[in-house]
């Protein structure tokens, strides 16, 4: 088996503040992707990369960065952390644009903008 | 576009009693997947069970669903409610559209009672 960890568990930023958020995965997994969980809201997608060097936008890229240098990382920022926002980020990965295969998901990254 | 609906945020059941988190959907493509991933207090979301075969049960760790296109609907069920089914549960779409995104409920959250 493997594992996706992301550092750090938690994160404490101050208004308009850049911050960035990292996963590491070693189940050799093509696809990775950035979740953004809200109660009530589900988990919203932020940013995916279906390879090294690859980038596309979910539904919630707005506000957000991506980087995938490397097969095993993929990290996200936050331009610009909004005031009182609290939000869990998960990242996750699967072996790659297969319909049926499962996602595999870290721990998350709890952010609070003070 | 392709989406899912969780009408319950939160569900409460005494322990014992039968379990039934309701999931309906929306897809053009007939070879969608549905899966329900599940999330515990400080553990990764994971997954439940999926399916995409019309009409047959699945069944995992004491849960089953039933995929029924006709209604769109992917129900998931449990005999006996137990404590530790106290979790945050998300139904989830997959089709060849989406190229194995998965598109997420708002998640219902169940909350067992002795």
């Known amino acids: 088996g493997g594992i996706i960890t992301q550092t750090p568990k938690f994160l404490i930023g101050q208004e308009g503040q850049k911050l960035t958020l990292k996963c590491q995965q070693n189940?050799?997994?093509?696809?990775m992707y950035w979740y953004r969980q809200d109660s009530g809201k589900g988990l919203r997608l932020i940013y995916y990369?279906?390879?090294?060097?690859?980038?596309q936008k979910g539904d919630l890229s707005e506000g957000y960065d991506a980087s995938r240098e490397k097969k095993s990382s993929f990290s996200l920022t936050v331009t610009s952390a909004q005031k009182n926002e609290m939000a869990v980020f998960l990242c996750?990965?699967?072996?790659?644009?297969?319909?049926?295969?499962?996602?595999?998901f870290g721990k998350g990254t709890r952010l609070t903008v003070v | 576009g392709d989406s899912v609906t969780q009408k319950e945020g939160l569900v409460t059941l005494t322990e014992g009693l039968p379990v039934m988190l309701n999931c309906t959907y929306q897809?053009?493509?007939?070879?969608?997947?549905l899966f329900w991933y599940v999330h515990y207090l400080n553990e990764s979301p994971r997954l439940l069970l999926k399916?995409?075969?019309?009409?047959k049960r699945t069944e995992h760790q004491g849960f089953h669903a039933t995929l029924h296109k006709s209604s769109s609907s992917f129900h998931l069920q449990k005999s006996s409610a137990q404590l530790s089914d106290s979790a945050l549960y998300y139904c989830?779409?997959?089709?060849?559209?989406?190229?194995?995104?998965?598109?997420f409920g708002q998640g219902t959250k169940l909350s067992i009672k002795p």
């Open positions: 996750a990965s699967s072996i790659g644009r297969v319909t049926n295969t499962e996602v595999f």
């Open positions: 189940f050799n997994h093509d696809t």
């Open positions: 990369s279906i390879t090294e060097n690859d980038l």
């Open positions: 897809t053009i493509y007939s070879n969608a997947f």
């Open positions: 399916s995409s075969t019309d009409n």
């Open positions: 989830a779409l997959s089709d060849h559209y989406n190229q194995g995104k998965l598109i």
